[in-house]
C-alpha cells in the first residue's frame, strides 16, 4: 500500500514570496491532515479535512496561509506571503476513521 | 489547555544499552495515548497505543507504559539498536474534540 506522498521535499524562498506544497492520501482515506513542526517540537495542527470539508482550521494564520482539498483526494497548502519564522517542515497526514493517522516524509521549508 | 511534557529532552546511550523515555500529560477527558518515532527527515510512524484500561502494551523491543490516574506514560527501549536513533513523540488524545496534543519529544542517540 503506498504512503502518503508529498511534494516537494524541500523548498527554500525568500520572506514576502509564495510557495505551495502539495500532498497525496493514502487512498480511500477521507481525513486530511496538515501540520507545521518547528525545528525541536511537536507537529501542530494547522488545518484538517474530511473529504473536501474543513473540519478544523483554528491554529491555521488565515491572513497568510491557505489550503484547500477540492475533489476531496489531493490537497495544497499555500503561504502567501512567507515570513522567516514560517521555516519549519510541513508534514501531511490521512486517516482512514480518524484512528490511526498516516504521515507523509513531509516539506521542509527555508525562508530567507 | 491541553499540555504534553516529555522527559529528557534529548538522550544519548550506547548500543545494546536500555532507555525509558517519559510522558507527563493534562489532557482530560482522556481517550487514548500513541508513541510515536520519527526518524530524521521522515513523518512519525505510531509505535504504540495505549487506552486508558491498559497499563502495558509491548511492540518488540518497545515497551510502553500507562498510568491514567497519574496522567504519566512512558516508553522503554530494551537492548538498543544503532536504527532507534529518531525523536520519540508522545501523543494523548483527549480534550472535549477528542484533539490529539504532541509532546516536543525526545530526541534519543544510539552510539555504537
Known amino acids: 500500500e503506498a504512503g502518503v506522498a508529498q511534494s516537494p521535499r524541500y523548498k527554500i524562498i525568500e520572506k514576502r514570496q509564495s510557495v505551495a506544497f502539495w500532498c497525496n492520501p493514502i487512498s480511500g482515506h477521507a481525513t486530511l491532515y496538515w501540520y507545521q513542526q518547528i525545528l525541536g517540537q511537536g507537529p501542530k495542527l494547522l488545518i484538517q479535512?474530511?473529504?473536501?470539508?474543513?473540519?478544523?482550521d483554528s491554529q491555521l494564520p488565515k491572513d497568510r496561509f491557505s489550503a484547500e482539498r477540492l475533489k476531496g483526494v489531493d490537497s495544497t497548502l499555500k503561504i502567501q506571503p512567507a515570513k522567516l519564522e514560517d521555516s519549519a517542515v510541513y508534514l501531511c497526514?490521512?486517516?482512514?476513521?480518524?484512528?490511526?493517522?498516516?504521515f507523509g516524509p513531509g516539506t521542509r521549508l527555508t525562508v530567507l | 489547555k491541553n499540555q504534553v511534557e516529555q522527559s529528557p529532552q534529548s538522550l544519548i546511550i550506547l548500543e545494546g544499552k536500555n532507555c525509558t523515555l517519559q510522558c507527563n500529560y493534562t489532557v482530560s477527558p482522556f481517550s487514548n495515548l500513541r508513541w510515536y518515532k520519527q526518524d530524521t527527515g521522515r513523518g512519525p510512524v505510531s509505535l504504540t497505543i495505549m487506552t486508558f484500561s491498559e497499563n502495558t502494551k509491548s511492540n518488540g523491543r518497545y515497551t510502553a507504559t500507562l498510568d491514567a490516574d497519574t496522567k504519566q506514560s512512558s516508553l522503554h527501549i530494551t537492548a538498543s539498536q544503532l536504527s532507534d536513533s529518531a525523536s520519540y513523540i508522545c501523543v494523548p488524545r483527549g480534550g472535549s474534540a477528542r484533539q490529539l496534543t504532541f509532546g516536543s519529544g525526545t530526541q534519543l542517540t544510539v552510539l555504537p
Open positions: 479535512f474530511q473529504n473536501n470539508g474543513v473540519v478544523d
Open positions: 497526514a490521512s486517516s482512514l476513521d480518524r484512528t490511526e493517522q498516516f
